[in-house]
Structure formats: C-alpha cells, structure tokens
C-alpha cells in the first residue's frame, strides 16, 4: 500500500468523462427519440456506473474475490429483471384467453 | 511502545493485510444487498412503465431535468472529492483527507438542498401522492403512480445521502483525532465504497425519471 490504488490523473478523467457522459444524456434527452430516450438514457448511466466502479472504487484492482461478489449480485439482479420483464412483456402474445 | 501497526490488528487476523481485504469483501457484500434492495424497486418501475409509457412520459416530462442534471454533476463531483480523499489517505497527508471529506460533505448537502428544494416545489405544484394530488385525465391516476416510485426511489437515495454523510463527519473527527495514516486507513476506503454506491444509484434515478420526458417540457 505505499503506492496509491489509482494517480490523481486517473480520478480526474474519469471525472470529466462522467460529467461529459451526464451533458450526453440531457442533450440525448431533448431530441424526441421515443421509447429510445429511456433506453439510451439507462445504457448511458450503466455505462457511467462502470467507470465509478472501475476508477473510483477500485473494483479492478482489489483481490479477485471482490469481482466474483460483484459479478455475483448483477447477475441476480439481472435474473431479477430478465424473468420478470419475460412475464411482462410476452403477455398476450399468444390467442389463449389469460395467456 | 508496541508498534502501531500491530495494535492495528485483530486477533482473527493474520496481518494487516489480511484485515484489511475481510473489510472490503463485507463492504462489496453489504453494497450488493443494496443493488438487490434498489433492484427490486427499478423492476416495480420498468414493470409499472411498460403498462403505462404514455402516463410515466408525461409525469418525467413534469420533472426539471436541468435540476436533476445539476444535481448528478454535484454528486459526481462530490464522488471525485471522495477519491481524492481516499488518494490523500494513501499518501498519508492528513490535512488534505480531511479537506476532501468535508468537501464531500458540502458537495452531499449542496444535493441535497436542491433536492428537497424540488420535493417543495413538486409539493406546491400538487404533485404529493397522499397529501396533495390534483391532475384529472384519463392518464392521471397513473401519473401519480409515477411520483409513488420517484418519491419512494429518490426518498430512500436521499436518506442513504443523510447517513453516508453522517459517516463522513464521523471520519473528519477520526481525522482529527489522527486515527488514520499511511498504514492504515480501511475506514475511509470503504466509506468511499459506500459514497460512489449512492452516486451510481442517482446515475440510474436520473437516467430513469429526468429523462424520458425531457424533450416533452
């Protein structure tokens, strides 16, 4: 531990590249785009949400357990999301009354 | 005197190193209950917008994404003044940590501010689910639905907000007190950890409720 995790370099552009990426989104988010504005929107943020978890919590550069943890609870909650929009979104697709 | 860094550690543990790895594994863990808690609530509002896109586009579009947008640049530079006072720690320069832990601290109630400063002005403008709603339309009993999730989702984001800067001053005293050093600074890494978790939360709130209906103003 006597060098630091990550150079202050490092931390300033991710800095700037998130405050960049929030710009993006409210530029995107004036243009009428439909239902793609929420889902640009959202892969913008899960975008910025790896570079937080990268750069500033040091997700890449901690012990392997660290990653397996973090892999480990976004594949529940993507198990979370992916069967219950399955429900959601594949209602009436079939002719069976209640189907 | 017995050597700082061994009073540093446990009795469970091997080493200092060792010690401090547990910490940031039960912190990764603690944050992934946080991603399942959160999680939950993002999949009630994709569930409950796909069964009303019309409603929740228009209540997005009664939202003020300047505001929110301002909000995510202050939190993403209080996020950056966190990292750089986990980088201070690292180096063991104990003025500057304690600098940007209280600049963290004002960056996190500036947010906050704005935040209930909106909750006021929504209040105002009768959009308080429960206290006081009035919009008449086909669509506006599920437009408050949507305020139900924006102040459930915000509202729980805003007291994570509270406590983690009750953390924070906590550690500005440790500070002072000279608890931290080079050697050993575990409390500071893993309330950063926290921080930048609260961050990424409010990247998604944004991406969800500000900007749907953002070209719609």
Redesign the interface.
């Known amino acids: 531990?006597?060098?630091?995790?990550?150079s202050?370099k490092t931390?300033?552009f991710?800095?700037l590249a998130?405050?960049g990426l929030?710009?993006l989104?409210?530029l995107?988010?004036?243009?009428?785009l439909g239902?793609f504005?929420?889902v640009a929107?959202?892969l913008?943020?899960a975008v910025?949400?790896s570079l937080?978890?990268t750069?500033?919590?040091h997700a890449f550069y901690?012990?392997k357990?660290?990653r397996v943890?973090?892999a480990?609870?976004?594949i529940?909650?993507l198990i979370?999301?992916s069967l219950?929009?399955g429900d959601?979104?594949t209602r009436g697709l079939l002719p069976f009354p209640g189907k | 005197m017995a050597d700082p860094l061994e009073l540093a550690v446990r009795e469970q543990f091997n080493n200092p190193v060792q010690q401090?790895?547990t910490s940031?594994?039960g912190m990764?863990?603690f944050?992934?209950t946080e991603?399942?808690l959160f999680?939950?609530l993002?999949?009630g509002f994709?569930?409950y917008?796909?069964?009303h896109?019309i409603a929740f586009d228009q209540g997005s579009a009664q939202m003020d994404?300047?505001l929110g947008?301002i909000n995510?640049?202050v939190l993403?530079?209080s996020?950056?003044a966190?990292?750089?006072a986990?980088?201070s720690a690292?180096?063991g320069r104990k003025l500057r940590l304690a600098g940007f832990l209280v600049l963290t601290i004002v960056l996190g109630l500036l947010f906050l501010g704005i935040k209930f400063d909106e909750y006021y002005l929504h209040y105002l403008d009768h959009k308080a689910p429960g206290i006081s709603f009035y919009q008449w339309g086909p669509e506006a009993p599920y437009i408050e639905m949507f305020y139900v999730f924006y102040y459930l989702m915000t509202g729980l984001h805003a007291i994570h907000m509270i406590v983690g800067i009750g953390l924070l001053s906590v550690l500005v005293l440790r500070t002072g007190l000279g608890s931290f050093s080079?050697?050993y600074h575990t409390p500071i890494e893993i309330t950063?950890?926290y921080w930048?978790?609260v961050?990424?939360v409010w990247?998604?709130l944004?991406?969800?409720f500000?900007?749907?209906g953002?070209?719609?103003r």
């Open positions: 531990m006597s060098q630091p995790t990550v202050i931390y300033t991710t800095w998130l405050l929030t710009l989104t409210s995107i988010g004036l243009i009428d239902v504005n929420l929107a959202v913008i943020a910025k949400a937080i978890a750069f500033f919590m901690e012990a357990l660290v943890v973090l480990g609870g976004i529940w909650f979370l999301i219950t929009l959601y979104l | 401090r790895e940031m594994v990764w863990v944050l992934i991603i399942m999680g939950g993002f999949t994709a569930v917008r796909l069964a896109p994404f300047r947008a995510t640049a993403i530079c996020s950056f966190m990292a750089l986990v980088n690292e180096r080079k050697d950063g950890l930048h978790f961050d990424t990247v998604f944004f991406a969800i500000y900007i749907p953002a070209h719609m």
